[in-house]
């Protein structure tokens, strides 16, 4: 179920791109597969090869450094494809839509032909390393460090929480290169874990939901990052590349949260159909009526003010604001229309064998990570 389509995703282009995504998904997303990642608490790497050679990776980098030359609207395609399916562990939007811009945005033309290709073909799959133990919403309270030394830097530290890695062949860590300056102390670097000396992934940390993701915890013992690996070539400038693309991580997460609330309502509106009680169906009673119009309602609403944030970001005007609004509010419309959602469903609603129970745990995410949503109220607060 689509509640709300808007115009620019209702071109020719954009719905042959939907068609072939659903396409790969149905193939490599199969239930069986899905609940095989779940059992391995991740997915099979030679998906992410598949994705790559079916075009699914890099759809927005320009295609002269190997990616498909789309925009953010077929990054929502995926998003939505994949939600729809219940294959949120396949986390193509983090390394598509989240890791990927900064390469687009920041790296080097050498960087960006260095690793692009490699990240768009499968080769790499990418992970971004921000939270620590110690160091969540506050992000500047960070600990890892990258120490100047010849030809490069040593990366020492501790992160926690990241998606991806257990199976990142990449990823972009944060780490302070200069712990006095503040918020012109931070930088981005590019890590391949390949071979990489002092790289050791921890445990692959259980969850109460999306377990089918891998989530990790890394750890770095002077790993050498040579000056080449640098995001951008410039120390210091970290925080404003977060600061740039937080935005859309944060849109993203929202439009995962309102495709998991489409395909609740869905599900929903199949199992009350079908439910008899009292000598009628549960749909009839109005009740169930007058919540699932609401809830209708809201999602619409939240599917509408995202499209907006999309033709922000099209645009390149989507800001802090925005797109904190979008990810703080639909996440919170997300868990409590799932929740109403499984009500109806009554003792089945809590059996993890109903895609709903499902739906309920792995909802419940989007109101913490990409900034918990009191950080996006704090956000939206200093715009008043
Ligand atoms: C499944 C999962 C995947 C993740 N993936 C990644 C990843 O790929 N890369 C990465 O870098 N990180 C990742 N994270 C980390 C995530 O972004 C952080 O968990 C999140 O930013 C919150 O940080 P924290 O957990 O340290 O909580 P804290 O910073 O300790 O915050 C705890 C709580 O304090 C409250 N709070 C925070 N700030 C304020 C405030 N200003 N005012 C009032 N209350 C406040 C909020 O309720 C918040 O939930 C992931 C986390 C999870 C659970």
Known sequence: MTLHREDFMSVDEVELFERSVAGFLDAHASPEAIERWRENKMVDREVWSEAGRAGLLGVSVPQAYGGGGGDFRHEVVIIREVAHRGADALAISLHNA???PYFTAFATEEQKRRWLPRLCSGELVSAIAMTEPGAGSDLQSMRCTAKKVDGGYRLNGQKTFISNGQLADLVLVAAKTNPEAGSRGLSLFIVETDGCEGFERGRNLEKLGQEGQDTSELFFEDVFAPDENLLGGAEGKGLPQLMAKLPQERLVIAWQAISMIERALAE?????????????????????????????????????????????????????T??????????????????????????????????????????????????????MRMLIARSL
């Open 98 to 100: 989240v890791v990927l």
């Open 268 to 320: 929903t509106i199949a199992y009350v159909k079908e439910r008899k009680m009292f000598g009628r169906t549960l749909a009839d009673f109005q009740n169930t009526q007058f919540k699932l119009a609401e809830y209708k309602t809201e999602a619409t609403i939240a599917s509408v003010f995202c499209g907006h944030c999309t033709k922000l970001l099209l645009g390149g005007e989507l800001d802090a």
């Open 322 to 375: 925005a797109a904190s609004m979008a990810k703080y509010w639909v996440s919170e419309r997300a868990t409590s229309i799932i929740d109403g959602c499984l009500q109806m469903f009554g003792g089945y609603g809590y059996m993890l064998e109903y895609p709903i129970a499902r739906l309920y745990r792995d909802a419940r995410i989007h109101r913490i990570y990409g900034g918990a949503n009191e950080v």
